[in-house]
């Protein structure tokens, strides 16, 4: 898939979310803190696609990710994801962060931001100076992603600094 075969299906995606939404309760923020630390439901979550913005035969775009993500009911998280490197070394990263909710379409579907900040472990021998400080092969990550939920299912898109995207989907639970 091209960058511009991309763009243009994330512009009809929009188009269509945005055209006629149905208005349910407008997204709550809620600034309370601190968070309250109950469980409001469990996403377990797979990446789908990934796209380097500088491409390099190095690169390896099958990240084979595996996340678990404990949210609050003031939309604060907690998590941790399993998956292959750039360079197909196994890598961690354990996070918290919060959802920001944009717009409810309807009863069961919001849009939403995120932010996740935690540290990144796996860059390792020769790779190492891919990522910044990345001191003992673990570094200081922060990932903002833009989301969708439809009823039990999620779906992320990703940005990974400036290195490229990923989109991801899971399920809530």
Known sequence: MTYRTFGKLLVILSWALLANPVHADPP?????????LELDHTLVQTSLYTRHFAPDPEHNNHQELIGLEFHTPDDWLAGGAHFQNSFSQETFYLYIGRQFPLWHFAHDTTLRAKL????????????RDKIPFNHLETAPAALPSIGIRWKRVEGDLIVFGAA???ITAGLRF
């Open 28 to 36: 709550t923020l809620s600034l309370d803190w601190p968070p309250k």
């Open 116 to 127: 996740t900040a935690g540290v990144l472990h796996g860059y390792r021998g020769e790779y």
């Open 164 to 166: 490229g995207l990923m």
